[in-house]
């Protein structure tokens, strides 16, 4: 039988059980390896990145592929498309993704069909001759959610790839490779390490030959994440089930609350996940005051740590004029709902 993923999470990426063997996979701190095994050198791979990629693998299926960043791995994912390939993307999601996209298609990098994911039939309908179709779902900061099985099975009769970034559902919600999907992406830097202090990416795909030239490109492009950066994203990732759900828990509660107050003109809500964006009924200055007023509430960008976090996502030029400038991101941690939901009321008072 299958294990739960709450104990998956605990038990993936561990050493082989011998005599006085450790526990938890070591630091592999080194360039260099000894001639004649299967690495060769330390840009090529590392037992301690291994670790965290099978934990990965055990979560989302196929094999995985850690990067030194959400956008390295991003990176990685284009790169291997022929120049001027046709790829169909959401026309908002995350700003960084976004701006790459943007500067691909204005210099012929890429030609992107921008689509609104929400829209089933248009995202079909841009698919014809497309060599890739990247859908991050839900989106950033928005919360729009893609039909994923209809969008994938469509991709698929069509024989084009799919790639789908699966950052804010996470695998306790929902496994694009089980879909169909040919690449799932995490930000792992957000809810799969979860403790706010480590940047990395992650590919994962069960197509040996996609995995080969995915992993060409992070050997050749230097996109490496570090060791120690590796470990402590397993180590974060042990409880991310527990994180997660707790999380979660309580986004449900203060949608809810958000709702009912009255300086509060619209909750955007996905039905599962840790993020909840909502609108303030006042100026984008008022709306900065209120994330510049909260004490509990980190004013941050970034999200999925066990810290709540909370930003005004129009603050960044390179957020699309599509977001209102009203919109907070907030990104629900693991302290106790009745207190992050007094930050929330506190700050919204001094407006
Ligand atoms: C949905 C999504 N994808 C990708 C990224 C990029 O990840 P990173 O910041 O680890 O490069 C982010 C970062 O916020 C994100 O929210």
């Not at 990416?201 to 570090?226: V, W």
Request: with cysteine; net charge negative; hydrophobic share 40%.
């Amino acid at each position: 039988m299958s294990k739960h993923i709450e104990t998956t999470a605990i038990t993936a990426g561990r050493p082989p059980v011998e005599p006085d063997a450790p526990l938890n996979p070591s630091v592999v701190l080194t360039s260099t390896f000894h001639s004649g095994g299967s690495i060769g050198y330390g840009r090529y791979g590392n037992q301690t990145w291994t670790a965290l990629e099978e934990a990965i693998s055990a979560l989302e299926g196929g094999q995985t592929l850690a990067f030194s960043s959400g956008m390295a791995a991003i990176s990685a994912a284009f790169s291997i498309l022929p120049i001027g390939a046709p790829v169909v993307a959401s026309n908002q999601g995350y700003s960084g993704v976004m701006s790459l996209l943007n500067s691909f298609h204005a210099s012929g990098r890429l030609e992107v069909r921008f689509v609104d994911v929400v829209n089933t039939q248009k995202v079909i309908d841009a698919m014809k001759g497309a060599a890739l179709v990247w859908l991050e779902s839900p989106t950033n900061p928005c919360l729009d959610v893609a039909d994923l099985p209809a969008l994938i099975s469509a991709a698929k009769k069509l024989g084009i790839g799919v790639a789908v970034d699966n950052t804010f559902a996470t695998p306790l919600v929902q496994n694009p490779l089980a879909m169909g999907a040919d690449i799932v992406m995490h930000s792992v830097t957000k809810f799969l390490s979860g403790h706010s202090d480590v940047l990395m990416g992650s590919l994962s795909t069960n197509d040996p030959a996609l995995y080969k030239r995915l992993h060409d490109s992070r050997s050749f492009n230097g996109s490496i994440p570090g060791p120690l950066e590796a470990w402590l994203a397993l180590r974060g990732l042990r409880t991310f089930p527990l994180r997660f759900k707790q999380s979660q828990e309580s986004a449900k509660e203060l949608v809810i609350r958000l709702q009912a107050h009255p300086k509060i003109t619209r909750v955007r809500y996905p039905g599962f996940g840790a993020i909840v964006s909502f609108e303030v009924d006042g100026s984008a200055e008022q709306t900065q005051k209120v994330c510049d007023s909260s004490t509990l509430i980190a004013h941050a960008t970034s999200l999925g740590g066990v810290e709540s976090l909370w930003e005004r996502r129009r603050r960044w030029p390179i957020e699309s004029p599509s977001v209102p400038e009203q919109l907070i991101r907030l990104s629900v941690g693991c302290e106790h709902v009745d207190d992050i939901w007094n930050d929330i009321t506190t700050a919204l008072s001094s407006i």
